[in-house]
């Protein structure tokens, strides 16, 4: 099979096309034929050494979608021909033409779901859960949606819409179109200066971008506003001082790391993907890299210049 290989930390460059033998599953586990890899920005955060143990030569990539081919000892026969997704943790290797994955970790796929917005939800998805369940949106509720236009901001656009919540989404230039077309009440674009002039009393932020941009926002919020923090996309989080958010009778609440395991990542993850099926959750998915162009991918993540979710396919 052919795969993206590393064997080193660095730049997407280190992100080689390579062929590789076929991966065997061992007890417990299943083949998938890859019909879709998710590329997420904890993907590149590994890719240059900032997160978990690596192990080198790796195959990078932590989510796939495709058909179950091959099954170790102790699986269900049941499993050989489905269509599934699956996050493969710290064991990566989903940028691949074939990646192994626990069977414990499958969601079987209904026909209509394709392959693509499978991959998008599986880990994106069920942060995005965590998030909710710590916002704790209302209809009553002026939310305002940082990176907007990405993978997690336009789930969150939808969320806000559906029940009944006003919108504001911030993106940059020609991503205000989509956090429209989305359905949010209004888009702003953040990398011009003054963007929050004029905007108050915001009730919610759901901040993923941290920075200076965090701050920002944090300066919207109205008396009894709540701060969302999932992500730094930024490269730094959001400063927040006990004297700002005393002046305002604000809230900041932290919605990953161990908040994520309260409800457990398998409930996450079924919540995510029920709402996938039941049209709850429609994820905005950027046109599909070829998986030799791996590299490019994670480039055009880490510059901005996608929309939605970064995908693979094989």
Do not use: C
């Amino acid at each position: 099979m052919f795969a993206i290989r590393q064997y080193e930390f660095g730049p997407a460059e280190n992100l080689l096309f390579e062929e590789v033998p076929d991966p065997e599953p061992a007890a417990g586990q299943v083949r998938v034929t890859v019909a879709a890899a998710g590329v997420h920005l904890v993907d590149t955060t590994i890719r240059k050494g900032g997160f978990g143990p690596v192990e080198f030569p790796m195959t990078p990539g932590r989510e796939v979608a495709g058909v179950v081919t091959a099954l170790g000892d102790g699986v269900s026969p049941e499993w050989l021909g489905r269509r599934v997704t699956a996050h493969l943790g710290q064991a990566n290797g989903g940028y691949a033409e074939l990646a192994v994955a626990k069977v414990e970790s499958l969601h079987a796929l209904p026909d209509e779901v394709s392959f693509e917005a499978a991959v998008a939800m599986i880990g994106t998805g069920r942060t995005v859960v965590a998030v909710l369940d710590a916002a704790k949106l209302t209809k009553d509720d002026v939310v305002l949606v940082t990176s907007a236009a990405g993978g997690m901001g336009a789930l969150f656009v939808q969320e806000a819409r559906n029940i009944g919540a006003q919108v504001v989404g911030l993106a940059s230039g020609e991503k205000l179109d989509h956090v429209m077309d989305n359905g949010a009440d209004a888009a702003i674009d953040y990398t011009r200066p003054g963007w929050a002039d004029g905007i108050k009393d915001m009730t919610v932020v759901l901040d993923g971008v941290g920075g200076e941009v965090g701050v920002t926002a944090l300066k919207t919020l109205g008396p009894g506003g709540r701060q969302i923090i999932y992500g730094w996309a930024s490269g730094s989080m959001t400063p927040i001082s006990t004297e700002a958010l005393f002046a305002n009778s604000l809230t900041a609440t932290v919605a990953l790391g161990p908040g994520l395991m309260r409800r457990g990542l398998r409930a996450l993850e079924e919540e995510s993907m029920a709402g996938l099926a039941s049209g709850r959750f429609v994820p905005l998915v950027n046109p599909a890299f070829a998986l030799k162009d791996a590299a490019k991918a994670h480039e055009a993540l880490e510059s901005r210049a996608t929309v939605g979710k970064v995908v693979l396919k094989p």
